[in-house]
């Protein structure tokens, strides 16, 4: 049986730069309970799609986790910024690359049970190398990686990001379905 919590009071216990945190008391199968909820604006991930099979990557250090991760291009999306414009800003600020094409592919929500994040994720090709444009605290190293590496990559537990995951598992589905062969050499 499905039931749907309602929301009988919500206060915010945080407000800051990157999330807001509240609390809302609901209705519940058995009565009430209290739901802690992040609120973020959101990002954007980008599968950078070289036509020789490599993605772009990156390596930066993670606060959360206290380690370096290995991902995709992401970012946050800015207030009043459309997902996709996000994801044209993130490839060229963290990759330096620009792109002629842009495919929406999915969205995801990381994590359901107490975040409303939501991440779109981007197919780009067509890819044309330039200049990159880190925010002021960032530092970020660029790789590429053939899809199929990164692929044994995310089955052997290596990567352990789940929007990069995500990202790997569909592009190299869509190489393996033939929706790639006009752009891939």
């Known amino acids: 049986m499905i039931f749907e919590e309602k929301t009988l009071k919500s206060e915010y216990v945080f407000k800051g730069k990157l999330i807001k945190v509240r609390k809302d008391t609901v209705t519940t199968v058995n009565g009430q309970s209290t739901r802690e909820i992040v609120e973020h604006a959101g990002g954007s991930v980008i599968a950078a799609l070289k036509e020789n099979g490599n993605l772009l990557m990156i390596r930066?250090?993670?606060?959360p986790v206290e380690d370096v991760v290995f991902e995709v291009p992401a970012g946050k999306i800015d207030p009043g910024e459309e997902p996709v414009d996000a994801a044209?800003?993130?490839?060229?600020?963290?990759t330096g690359y620009s792109?002629?094409?842009i495919e929406f592919l999915t969205k995801t929500y990381p994590s359901v049970g107490f975040s409303k994040?939501?991440?779109?994720i981007y197919l780009c090709t067509g890819l044309t190398p330039g200049k990159t444009d880190f925010d002021e605290n960032e530092a970020i190293d660029l790789e590429e990686h053939h899809i199929n590496e990164l692929y044994d990559l995310v089955m052997n537990g290596k990567i352990t990001d789940a929007k990069t995951q995500i990202t790997i598992l569909m592009v190299k589905g869509m190489i393996e379905n033939g929706q790639l062969d006009n752009y891939l050499k």
């Open 99 to 101: 792109a002629k094409t």
């Open 60 to 63: 930066q250090f993670r606060k």
């Open 88 to 94: 044209l800003r993130e490839l060229k600020e963290e």
């Open 117 to 120: 994040e939501i991440l779109y």
